[in-house]
Each structure stands twice: as structure tokens, then as C-alpha cells.
């Protein structure tokens, strides 16, 4: 995405100051929507060229005024996304980010902000409002992720107020039901959860079968998203002899030099998969309630692999050792 760009004249540049400081919140409002990274990053970048154009004098509150542009810009975009997901090779997940604060630094969670708003883009919920129409998903992220009341939804939508009281119910049952209320994944604190993707990292590194089958459950589930682009499993892999047995036949296949890296993924445990600093998979990793890994998401497309490639890039200025 090219940077904004700002000429001599004041206005510009206080032009450019004010979307500045909304830049962060339009990202995740347009990451929550569109489930991509790099197509957040073009509506951004498409909002910021409306404001630069506008008339700005009438312009009373920027912030609502640019969430309402950001919003109808994703809107635009989700039939089409709905239309390419339909012929996709494979499970489709979303585009991964990076939002560990201790590993990226100070805005480590780069534009998704506070742990607060994290932990609405994790990958289970991203899939979620994949099943919702475009106009819940936008209710739904509005009132849920950015806790905006009714009314100010309306106008954003262009909708009236008892309209998106009803949008926001049916997507919110949609979710739960979807979500099953979540059993599946309860219990472990976010530490052990840590302590999980540490021992399967430092597992898988040494090759220990031995210790990868104890922090497995029985019935894990193994998700891998290569959009026909790398080799992938098209269908997900479940039960613990299973997964051994692929991950077996992936470290026969796998390019020379790949490490993977422990890291917060849409504000859950994860790792990224890597060849010193160029990423070639980026995980998220669930726990069951007996306290093993549950499921494993990982995007290995390198088609959504960018926006990653640059945060990690951005981490590990020089190549990893090691590691």
C-alpha cells in the first residue's frame, strides 16, 4: 500500500495529521469487516483519498464521517470477496496479524490497537461472521467491536435505527448459535495456552514425536489454508494419529531452513512459520478444556501471507539464529 502523501500546503498536512490519528481505528473496523489485512490497507488508503477531496469545513465529526466511508467501501467489497470464497481450493481462514505486543514493540499490536480490541479478531470469530450477510457483519462489528450505540449505526448505515436493532439481533444469534457457546475451546488460562504452542514449537523443532502426541488431544483438528497456491491439505486433518502422521509427511516436504517462532496471532497463542525473516505460515492454536491443543489453524497461502511478512520483517530486522 503506498504511504500518504502530504504537499507543502498547511491544509494538506493538517489533513493528513487528523486521518493520522483515526488511521488505527479505520484499520480494524476494515480488518473485522473484510477478514484481509491487505484489502483493510487499500480501504484505508481509499477513505484517506475521499477525505483529502472533501469538503472538509462541513466535515462536523471525522471520525464518524471516515467510519462511514470505511464501512460502505468494505460493503462494496464483501460480495465479491463472498463470490471468490466460493470458488476457493481448500478451507478458506482469514489473513493472520500479528498482535504481540512483546514481540513487535511498542504498537505491537500494529493498527488493532488495545489488547481490548484484540480480542474480537481471533480467527474463530473472524469465521463466524464469515456466515453472516454484509450488513450484520457491519452492525455486528460496529456495536460489538466498537461499541457503537443504534442510532449511530443507522446513520452510518444509512439505515433506520429499529432496522439495525434487527440486524444486530439476528447477527448475534447467528454467532452463538454458530459459536455452539463455545465448549469446545473453554477453560485453559491464556499462559497455559502459551505454554502449549512453546512446547509444540520446541517439540516440533527437535522432532519429538514423543512430546508432540502429549500436548495433542485425541480429537484435534489440523486446518491448513494454501488456496491451491502451496501444498496444503484441502480438507482438515482430525485425530491425533492423523495430524502425527501428516505433520511427519510435512517435515519430509518442508523448505530447508524453516523454523518456527512462538507469537501472539489475532490476539491468541500461535507461530509463525519462517525462513529467516520471509514467513511461509502463520498459525493460531486453540486448546480443549483437558488442557491440549484443540485445533491448529494455519495460513500457508502466500498470497495472505504480506501483511504478516512485513510485521515479522519489521520484528527481526536482521535474519533469525536459531530459531
Known amino acids: 500500500m503506498s504511504h500518504l502523501t502530504s504537499d507543502e500546503s498547511p491544509d494538506t498536512d493538517a489533513a493528513a495529521r487528523e486521518f493520522t490519528t483515526h488511521r488505527g481505528r479505520l484499520f480494524g473496523l476494515a480488518y473485522r469487516m473484510l477478514g484481509s489485512a491487505e484489502e483493510a490497507e487499500d480501504v484505508v488508503q481509499d477513505a484517506y483519498l475521499r477525505w483529502s477531496g472533501a469538503e472538509r469545513a462541513a466535515i462536523t465529526y471525522p471520525g464518524a464521517w471516515l467510519a462511514k466511508v470505511v464501512t460502505h467501501l468494505c460493503l462494496n467489497r464483501l460480495t465479491s470477496a463472498r463470490v471468490r470464497r466460493e470458488r476457493y481450493v481448500g478451507p478458506w481462514l482469514p489473513e493472520p496479524v500479528l498482535t504481540d505486543g512483546g514481540l513487535l514493540g511498542e504498537g505491537g499490536a500494529g493498527p488493532l490497537e488495545a489488547a481490548e480490541l484484540r480480542d474480537d479478531v481471533s480467527t474463530a470469530l473472524l469465521l463466524l461472521l464469515e456466515r453472516l450477510t454484509p450488513a450484520e457483519r457491519a452492525v455486528y462489528v460496529l456495536r460489538e467491536a466498537f461499541g457503537y450505540p443504534h442510532?449511530?449505526?443507522?446513520?452510518?448505515?444509512?439505515?433506520?435505527?429499529?432496522?439495525?436493532?434487527?440486524?444486530?439481533?439476528?447477527?448475534a444469534r447467528r454467532v452463538a448459535a454458530?459459536?455452539?457457546?463455545?465448549?469446545?475451546?473453554?477453560?485453559?488460562?491464556?499462559?497455559?495456552?502459551?505454554?502449549?504452542?512453546?512446547?509444540?514449537?520446541?517439540?516440533?523443532?527437535?522432532?519429538?514425536?514423543?512430546?508432540?502426541?502429549e500436548v495433542l488431544a485425541a480429537d484435534v483438528v489440523w486446518c491448513s489454508d494454501g488456496g491451491g497456491r502451496v501444498s496444503a491439505a484441502v480438507r482438515p486433518v482430525q485425530g491425533r494419529d492423523r495430524v502425527l502422521r501428516f505433520l511427519l509427511?510435512?517435515?519430509?516436504?518442508?523448505?530447508?531452513?524453516?523454523?518456527?517462532t512462538a507469537a501472539e496471532v489475532n490476539g491468541a497463542p500461535g507461530f509463525v512459520m519462517h525462513v529467516g525473516r520471509r514467513v511461509t505460515g502463520v498459525a493460531t492454536v486453540e486448546a480443549g478444556a483437558d488442557g491440549r491443543i484443540a485445533e491448529v489453524r494455519i495460513v500457508m497461502n502466500p498470497e495472505k501471507l504480506g501483511y504478516a511478512t512485513r510485521q515479522f520483517a519489521a520484528a527481526f530486522p536482521e535474519p533469525t539464529a536459531g530459531g
Do not use: M, W
Not at 442510532?151 to 447477527?171: K, M, P, W
Open 151 to 171: 442510532r449511530e449505526i443507522a446513520g452510518v448505515l444509512d439505515l433506520g435505527e429499529a432496522n439495525c436493532r434487527q440486524l444486530y439481533g439476528r447477527a
Open 178 to 213: 454458530s459459536d455452539g457457546g463455545g465448549a469446545r475451546f473453554e477453560a485453559p488460562s491464556p499462559e497455559r495456552r502459551r505454554e502449549l504452542v512453546e512446547s509444540f514449537v520446541a517439540a516440533a523443532r527437535e522432532g519429538d514425536l514423543a512430546s508432540l502426541e
Open 249 to 260: 509427511g510435512v517435515a519430509r516436504k518442508v523448505e530447508e531452513g524453516t523454523r518456527l
